[in-house]
């Protein structure tokens, strides 16, 4: 089964922008791995951000942009806010199975 | 509106087994599927499977299985997951959610539950 790699922690000032990654021990990332971001706040559900690589839910922030970038599947924040800092992880969908990302926590500082 | 609500936190001895049901209201449940996820303390989120409400298949991470029975119950709306011979490291906070794909393939997950604490502790 492939693992799947976030960036540990990254760390933006705010109104800065960052791109988180997530990538695959065993090939490239493309748009048939669906990737799906989420956002999880402490004491909180995840929050669905992106599905299928790029499209957004009616209540992600306009900031939230997902792509593919080099093979990774990428989330970029755009004018990072403070409400911002959380844990971000990556869903993608691989042989048949879902794989979490192990997640980036990233502080907006 | 759309919620997903879970059942409340279990406490368990090692070796029994546990059941967290996930009450979906505000859609056509049969036309989403319900997945389990899981939070240990100090670890990420792991998937550990899916149910697909209409059919009744299952989809299971290869680590779980054995031990997870995921099953639903269309007339009352509600999946269930059940775990058994728990052990401490099975201590997490389990949540379901759900994807669109039952009828047209668009991997787009949405809703979630609110999560279900379920300690293993002798």
């Known amino acids: 089964q492939t693992v799947v790699t976030q960036e540990p922690s990254l760390t933006v000032s705010p109104g800065g922008t960052v791109t988180l990654t997530c990538g695959s021990s065993t090939g490239a990332f493309t748009s048939v791995h669906y990737p799906n971001w989420f956002q999880q706040k402490p004491g909180q559900a995840p929050r669905a951000l992106i599905y299928?690589?790029?499209n957004k839910h009616s209540w992600t922030p306009a900031r939230f942009s997902g792509s593919l970038l080099g093979g990774k599947a990428a989330l970029t924040l755009s004018g990072v806010q403070p409400e911002d800092e959380a844990e971000y992880y990556c869903l993608v969908y691989y042989d048949g199975a879902w794989v979490f990302g192990g997640g980036t926590k990233l502080t907006v500082l | 509106q759309v919620q997903l609500v879970e059942s409340g936190a279990e406490v368990k001895k090692p070796g029994a087994s546990v059941k967290v049901s996930c009450k979906a209201s505000?859609?056509?449940?049969?036309?989403?599927?319900v997945h389990w996820v899981r939070r240990a303390p100090g670890q990420g989120l792991e998937w550990m499977g899916c149910v697909n409400p209409y059919s009744g298949a299952t989809n299971y991470a290869q680590k779980f299985r054995g031990r997870v029975t995921m099953t639903r119950d269309t007339s009352i709306s509600t999946t269930y997951m059940e775990l058994s011979s728990l052990r401490s490291d099975d201590t997490a906070v389990y949540y379901c959610?759900?994807?669109?794909?039952?009828?047209?393939?668009?991997?787009?997950?949405?809703?979630w539950g609110q999560g279900t604490l379920v300690t293993v502790s002798s």
């Open positions: 299928s690589t790029s």
């Open positions: 959610a759900r994807e669109l794909g039952v009828v047209v393939a668009a991997r787009k997950f949405d809703y």
């Open positions: 505000g859609y056509t449940f049969t036309d989403y599927f």
